[in-house]
């Protein structure tokens, strides 16, 4: 039999991974080294994006007046249907914009399935990639940070920001997964809109001097303190001036004070100043096309859409249409909520189009995937409260960018959207967040089949899940294939 | 109610039954747990039936103010996963059958008209598990390494050294003697948290420097031959940052409408992130470097430095603003006050660091304030200690 990581000691651990001590003390972290291709289905990863975006939507946005228009007893009179494409309709009512910025360029999949029912599993579901396991949570990374390993040996000289970052995940139901088993540096870093502006946008060249006078202040402080150096303080050691190199590395980069200077003009664009105070995913949307202008390491963006927090904006269980919402509420009608996303997802999508990408010819656009996901769909029936509840059954996620073409309509739904008529894919089954998780991998060049054996709990760990929780039917080990011929 | 069994194992019982709220331990645990594999689902079941009576009567959830329980629910049946769980891809479908309560570790079922939960309030601290639990965390907390590694994942079938495993199983705590010493002494004395903190602070492992004479190696960790040094925690840091630097009223924090002074004073250290002081959201985003979340979130192993905390340390307004000769800070009381550069930085260090600075690092200090000038220098300095490794990793 052979020896398990359980009866292992530390040390021997250690020989194994090959981490620092200073990963963890507790033995809980060890980085998979042995990685193989899952039996027989290696296969090769289609790399046609250099950058993901992702955008979160909090809460399920309802398909049914958004991105899989039905028109019901229901459904609003003010809505102003426009058509955008032979397949897709939109209300200009609530994506006044869309039609001449992103509409045109997207795919849409619409007969995407959700598992877990209420927000947090299903929130965790699209961090992590992957349903949530209580047994094994803690060794799971988020799908960021499977990401930001995978790509760790593509990083260059000149990259200090981390390849994972996030725009405010903390707001939503669901907070930042960190890396789990992987190592710490691929955690993310988790930006939040609202401090992050005072906290280090500074103002101007000078606060960036004043920081470097106190590094090196500190530097030679250090010294002094501990002529021996910090060995000192133990094992703990090594991890904390780690992070501190990285730290001053990324603080005192001028790029990232650049990514932080945002301007009037383009605030207004991103819709910011539309709800005093509650802009973050302007701001975060606005970061993100920073972020990948500044080409500083980062190529994993993820946009949390969480509003007010909780739940999330689209939450509307009631008053799906209703007028003269507060500001502060948690769920928002989609008179406000959908213009607010559209009017910033517009301005990105502008935005990427007009910069020019790494590759001569191309934009951004060309080489960054756009994915906006939701948790699961809503209700086609309205219910007394005028608003739908949680529906698992169906809803629609947008593709864009990065390889997808243009005007896929990906699965078919029946008129009220009650029932699938068609998967739109090659398989029987509808496709999942898991496959939405495999299309990231494929587009990034990261071979989704790839299974680490070495996990904590020695449980393999599958980039892309095939084995089902809370349901007999495997998932199939596939991307989105078709949103790319 | 399978969430409280789940939550309820970890923090009082030390043991993840996760893998048992699907499936029977045995063909699948066995390689991952000992106990585990004896264990079967329904026993699970018989465990979440003690809350089946449960009902959470109060909105507003554990975040924002104390939650109200009854036991007005009629019991615990699988088939009753409420409308929006159903179905739930968290767990595998259940049988749809009723259980009755019984403990997970002992099998004891209630007295006839005994409320579950009081019977589950009478059991479980009888049995040694949750004293040796509660020490192990206790350990950990002041240690930094359990004596059991993870907190929660004890395996009951390898804790006895006399009575070992089959191989190629090992005996699971590092001190199996010393686990069940504390624990006996931790049930026979009331519980009594202080004294058992006490009893570990007096010891000569806890005495312990940080330092190591000779040379290190990793597999000395389980002897505790030195002082680990561990990352803090959220209201950790907000807070001795605020002890050191004599501000602990700049982000006043308000609970229950009285204002509170320190993040260990409020009951949810995340209600920083909805008061209604903008300033307060950047604790919150501070703490939030350091793992502090919602409660919801799955357990993380929270003592990771990483680079956002050291990225809040030099650049966040909760350290800048802290270290602000303009502000009202002890940086500035000292800029304005006739005292010497000596005891300037004697005071500093001190209040930082809870001893008196060394020769070299009062010459470094006076050098501060000569180059960059009196206010400068002393903000500088101040910056320094709460940046340094001394000070962040609680050693």
């Known amino acids: ?485 | 109610m399978d969430e409280v069994t789940s939550d309820l194992s970890r923090v009082f019982l030390g043991l993840t039954v996760d893998c048992s709220s699907c499936h029977n331990g045995a063909g699948h645990t066995d390689t991952v747990n000992l106990w585990l594999t004896d264990k079967r689902r329904s026993d699970f079941h018989q465990q979440s039936a003690i809350f089946g009576n449960l009902r959470l009567t109060a909105s507003g959830g554990f975040q924002n103010g104390a939650p109200t329980f009854d036991d007005g629910a009629p019991g615990y049946n699988t088939a009753d996963d409420g409308a929006y769980y159903t179905p739930s891809e968290m767990r595998f479908p259940r049988d749809g059958r009723t259980y009755e309560p019984a403990f997970l570790l002992t099998g004891e079922t209630p007295a006839p008209g005994e409320n579950p939960r009081k019977f589950f309030g009478r059991v479980a601290p009888q049995h040694i598990q949750f004293a040796r639990a509660a020490v192990n965390i206790i350990w950990k907390k002041l240690m930094a390494v359990g004596l059991v590694e993870p907190y929660d994942g004890f395996d009951l079938l390898r804790l006895d050294p006399n009575n070992p495993p089959p191989e190629p199983w090992t005996i699971q705590p590092t001190n199996p003697e010393l686990l069940e010493a504390l624990a006996e002494d931790f049930r026979t004395n009331n519980f009594s948290v202080k004294r058992m903190i006490r009893t570990i602070m007096k010891s000569n492992a806890y005495q312990l420097d940080t330092s190591f004479e000779g040379e290190w190696v990793d597999a000395y960790i389980p002897y505790h031959a030195r002082k680990f040094a561990r990352i803090l925690t959220g209201p950790e840091a907000v807070d001795i940052v605020a002890q050191a630097t004599d501000t602990s009223a700049t982000f006043e924090m308000e609970q229950y409408g009285e204002s509170q002074r320190y993040v260990k004073e409020l009951t949810n250290p995340a209600n920083t992130r909805t008061n209604r002081n903008p300033e307060n959201r950047e604790v919150f985003a501070f703490m939030q470097a350091y793992y502090q979340t919602e409660r919801a979130l799955p357990p993380a192993d929270k003592s990771r430095a990483s680079p956002v905390q050291a990225m809040m340390m030099m650049g966040s307004p909760v350290i800048t603003s802290r270290v602000d000769a303009r502000g009202e800070t002890r940086v500035a009381s000292l800029v304005n006050s006739n005292k010497t550069d000596d005891e300037i930085i004697e005071e500093l260090v001190l209040s930082s660091m809870s001893r008196l600075p060394t020769v070299d690092e009062l010459v470094l200090g006076k050098r501060f304030i000569a180059e960059k000038g009196r206010r400068d220098g002393v903000e500088a300095i101040q910056w320094v200690l709460l940046n340094s490794t001394e000070f962040l990793l609680n050693h």
């Open chain 1, 1 to 485: 039999m052979r020896k398990r990581i359980g009866d292992l000691t530390r040390r021997d651990l250690l020989k194994l991974f090959g981490v620092g001590v200073g990963a963890s003390l507790a033995g809980q972290v060890a980085s998979p080294r042995k990685v193989r291709a899952a039996q027989g289905s290696r296969v090769t990863p289609r790399g046609s994006a250099r950058n993901c975006i992702v955008i979160q939507n909090g809460g399920a946005p309802s398909p049914w007046e958004t991105f899989d228009f039905k028109e019901t007893k229901w459904t609003a009179d003010d809505l102003d249907i426009q058509r955008v494409n032979s397949e897709v309709v939109l209300s200009k009512t609530l994506f006044p914009r869309a039609h001449e910025t992103w509409a045109p360029r997207a795919s849409f999949v619409r007969s995407m399935r959700g598992g877990a029912l209420v927000h947090f599993p299903a929130q965790y579901h699209q961090q992590a990639g992957r349903a949530l396991n209580t047994a094994i949570v803690r060794e799971v990374p988020a799908l960021g940070s499977v990401v930001a390993s995978e790509l760790d040996s593509e990083r260059r000289e000149s990259d200090t920001f981390p390849t994972f970052v996030s725009l405010d995940l903390w707001n939503i139901r669901c907070a930042p997964l960190g890396s789990g088993m992987l190592h710490p540096r691929f955690a993310g870093l988790d930006l939040n809109t609202t401090s992050v502006f005072d906290a280090f946008g500074g103002d101007g060249p000078e606060s960036n001097s004043k920081l470097a006078e106190r590094w090196e202040a500190l530097n030679r402080w250090s010294e002094v303190s501990n002529p021996g150096g910090n060995d000192r303080f133990g094992p703990k050691n090594e991890e904390y001036q780690a992070s501190y190199d990285y730290g001053i590395e990324v603080l005192l980069d001028p790029r990232f004070k650049t990514a932080l200077n945002l301007t009037d003009e383009e605030k207004t664009r991103y819709g910011v100043d539309v709800d005093g105070g509650n802009t973050k995913l302007g701001l975060g949307m606005l970061l993100a096309r920073n972020l990948l202008a500044a080409d500083a390491g980062t190529r994993m963006l993820w946009v949390a859409n969480g509003y007010n927090g909780r739940n999330g904006v689209f939450d509307n269980h009631s008053g799906l249409y209703k007028r003269g919402v507060p500001a502060s509420a948690q769920a928002q009608p989609i008179y406000t909520s959908v213009p607010r996303f559209d009017l910033a997802f517009s301005a990105l999508v502008e935005d990427l189009l007009a910069m020019p990408g790494h590759e001569p010819g191309k934009t951004m656009l060309d080489e960054t995937l756009i994915v906006v996901t939701q948790e699961f769909g809503r209700t086609p029936e309205m219910n007394s409260a005028g608003g739908r509840d949680h529906f698992g059954p169906l809803f629609t996620n947008v593709f864009l960018g990065g390889g997808v073409q243009e005007g896929r309509v990906i699965g078919k739904t029946d008129g009220t959207g009650e029932n699938l008529i068609e998967t739109g894919w090659q398989h029987r089954e509808q496709p999942m967040m898991d496959h939405v998780t495999s299309t990231i991998y494929s587009a990034l060049g990261i071979d989704y089949s790839k299974v680490f054996e070495d996990t904590p709990s020695g449980r393999v760990f599958e980039l892309q899940q095939t084995a089902p929780l809370g349901g007999p039917a495997f998932i199939p080990r596939t991307e989105i294939h078709e949103l790319f011929v």
